[in-house]
């Protein structure tokens, strides 16, 4: 009898347990703001976090992480969504499930990822079926990047948006842009994101915009990394099956969608290239560790609601691509770097290639220019009353222009802190020598580069830049570092330290202290060194004698002549234009 009575009331307190959190569950109130304004606000960060940590309270699988700090003083925060929960990160990162990481608010003005990932997260929870249909997926959301930019609320600094009433600013805390910032990672946000990115390792990532520029009738764009700089069969697969397959869904939902229109100051109808997302933007980083990248860019002029109904029917239809293809797309993450390093070489610079092109079918309204009605010229006005539909060219082929031979390893010596730090924000695997000890390398010096004649997120930037090599020992310390190249992060290697890539570290100034001259010599002193040096020296004779009889210039120019000598001599510092990472073959 007495053991009748517990079981009893066992039964009793778990039914009341459980009938205690239905009715929590079913009392709490997660309509969204969007949905409560009929499509037109959107809430502020601090209600972000307030539903996102409900939602988390509310449904086991659901979990709320926060990681390190960023310009604003705010953690970054990831949502995560696993039909068994998750209770620590470092489950997620080598889970069998699909992996897909959702980037919002990066600029907080584009705030249509925001609210689209507050409903179907909710959605998902609240519904069985979907938890079903993704019970082999975990869902990760950056609720708002750029915190610095949500808490900088206004109406106005979006002149061309439609909607939302009231949102967030472009820049962070710091003004900077932080869709410029993943390789060089200045600001908190992207070392918070790094440490994100790297805890999830998705096998998909989306990044939510809004776009500008030309007018048309699609309310919702999509901006695919760029799958010829991809490369390998995950480049492939991009190209063939995930645009293909993601449009096709989109289209059964009845959502019109195309290519982002890479067109400013013209008219799609003429063609357009694809953007080139290189490593500075949201995709082209996350592609240098094997994601499939994808930018989502909605239409600013089009009304709010649909702009934010269509962001969240696109992110359904990229998890449904990855349930579908899940074993496909890890076994080509699995195999990506060592395709890469079996290639022997990488390609550093594209280019458009304009022989191929696709036939696309695009919805635009016709182009004209007409006079301005506020200044003394012209203006281009598209006329919604003149819709047209028509085939036109799309370049979406880039070809390599340059290529550099992967090295077996580099070498970057111990005091350029600055690039360790970001080498371990990206998990980079790498040793230190454990003596002093001398080594055969490939030496790079900088020959010539261009800088940008204006700032550029902080820097001025350098492009153009071309390098010489030679083969040297170097006496390396006790502490420089020894990178092997065999690795998932080969891909960042390459676009970091190879100085002639488009978003290298030299590129991005952190290597200018090579650039200045730090030793010189007095010209009245050095004559009768430089006299020496000629005399015992007949390399540098011989070089400095042709170069009297073939440059007129120089042959005018004692300082010149002088400067010379001084350094093709031993007394000329080893270290102006040497870049501090080497290589070995």
Known sequence: MKNFVKITFLFVLVSFLFSCKSTATDATDFTTLFEKSNGTETPVYKDVIAYYSKLAETYKEVSLFSFGQTDAGEPLHLVVYNSEGIFNVDEIKNAPKNRILINNGIHPGESDGIDA?????????????????????IICIIPVYNIGGALNRNSHSRANQNGPVAYGFRGNARNYDLNRDFIKQDTKNAAAFAEIFHAVNPDVFVDNHVSNGADYQY????????????????GTFLQNEMRPQIEESLEKKNILITPYVNVWGDTPEV??????DSPRYSTGYTTLFHTLGLMVETHMLKPYKIRVEQTYELLFSVFDFTEQNSAIIKDLRVKAADEILAKKTYPIHFKVDEEKYSDLYFRGYEGELIDSKVTSGKRLFYDKSKPFEKVIKYYDEFSATKEVTIPKAYIVQQGWHNVLDRLKNNQIEFTRF????????TVNHIKDFETSKSPYEGHYLHYNTVVTKTSEKINFKKGDVYIDTRQNG????????????????FNWNFFDTILQQKEGYSGYVFEDVAETILAENPTIKKAFEAKLTSDADFASNPRAQLDFVYKNSEYFETAHLRLPVFKIF
Not at 117 to 137: A, H, P
Not at 434 to 441: G, Q, S
């Open 117 to 137: 990932s507050m409903m179907l997260l909710r959605d998902i929870v609240q519904n069985d079926s979907l938890q079903v249909k993704y019970k082999n997926s």
């Open 219 to 234: 309310a919702i764009t999509h901006l695919f990394t760029q799958h010829n700089k991809l490369g390998g069969n995950l």
């Open 271 to 276: 063609g357009f290239s694809q953007f080139f």
């Open 434 to 441: 454990k003596n002093d000890t001398t080594i055969a390398v």
């Open 490 to 505: 080969v891909r960042y290697l390459l676009e970091t330290l190879e100085a002639e890539a488009t978003d290298s570290f």
